[in-house]
């Protein structure tokens, strides 16, 4: 492709030089950018920078998003911990209350076991009664029974 007759010229006056001179050679000027190049870088620092805005506008969407949510919770909490402090204090008005009381709470289920108690003697007694009115009918009978055949065996004596 290249002629080998221009490089040994070049290279013969490289290695002659004349009154020990220094030859320099001038730098080859940079080739052009091309359109295309150029197009393309552009495009793509707008694509960068287009995702970027993208990604950052994400970014917010979610924190909103995330935020509006973590408000609402927040009021939601606030709100039962107000009503738990308030039935708190229901709470240990109620305890003072059942404390200051206490006394009659106990007298009323002694008083409970208590009737309850007296019924069940009652009816152990009427039970007992019962009994020994049966036996009492019965002796009286034998007796009744006993006092005839006396009386027959005497009547017949």
Do not use: C, W
């Amino acid at each position: 492709m290249f002629s080998t007759i221009n490089n040994s010229t070049a290279q013969k006056a490289e290695q002659l030089p004349e009154d020990d001179a220094v030859v320099s050679e001038t730098p080859k000027a940079r080739p052009t950018s091309s359109a295309t190049m150029l197009n393309l870088a552009t495009t793509r620092k707008a694509a960068s920078e287009q995702f970027a805005q993208a990604a950052k506008a994400e970014k917010a969407y979610r924190i909103k998003k995330k935020a509006t949510m973590a408000r609402a919770n927040y009021n939601e909490t606030k709100e039962h911990f107000r009503e738990a402090f308030s039935h708190f204090k229901l709470a240990f008005k109620g305890l003072f209350s059942v404390i200051a009381n206490m006394t009659y709470l106990i007298s009323e289920k002694r008083e409970i076991r208590k009737q309850a108690a007296e019924r069940k003697a009652h009816e152990k007694n009427l039970e007992r009664k019962k009994k020994l009115e049966e036996q009492l009918a019965k002796a009286e009978a034998e007796a009744g029974e006993s006092r005839e055949d006396d009386k027959e065996k005497g009547s017949d004596d």
